[in-house]
């Protein structure tokens, strides 16, 4: 399976990357995420729980940071398994750059699916990945945007 897209969010890039970098963060914007734990400066540790068509999992996975460029870009290397659901793996270029005031998220995925998950077909996993991601962005979009205002007195 492969995804591209693009999502623009009104706060500088650095608040943006930082957001991209943080677990709590993280897990509060991935659908489904019980867990996300920083083992290192480049690894995490997740459980998600993902529903795709008739077939509900569990995934318990490994997340590698590489090709580090604080704060433009960096590749970020899954890895998870769902038991009988099967498992997914892949990787995700991420570009981040300033426009207009805005940051500009570019994204490119590259992703193997195995199992029950692979029998679903392309149609269910591809428009079933544009609406995890959508919900992402959308969560992420909130969270950045919130912690970029000015606070109160």
Avoid: H
């Amino acid at each position: 399976m492969d995804m591209s897209g693009e999502e623009r969010i009104p706060a500088s890039r650095e608040a943006v990357w930082a957001a991209l970098n943080n677990p709590n963060v993280l897990r509060k914007c991935i659908p489904g995420c019980e867990t996300m734990e920083k083992k290192s400066a480049t690894e995490m540790t997740a459980t998600v729980k993902v529903k795709v068509g008739p077939v509900s999992a569990s995934f318990k996975g490994n997340v590698t940071l590489a090709n580090l460029n604080p704060p433009e870009s960096y590749t970020i290397i899954g890895e998870g398994s769902g038991g009988m659901a099967g498992f997914a793996k892949g990787s995700t270029d991420v570009l981040l750059r300033e426009e207009g005031g805005e940051t500009v998220v570019t994204y490119t995925v590259k992703a193997q699916i195995g199992g029950k998950l692979a029998m679903l077909g392309s149609r269910l996993i591809d428009s079933s990945s544009k609406r995890l991601a959508g919900q992402f962005f959308q969560k992420l979009n909130k969270i950045v945007t919130k912690r970029a205002e000015p606070s109160e007195a």
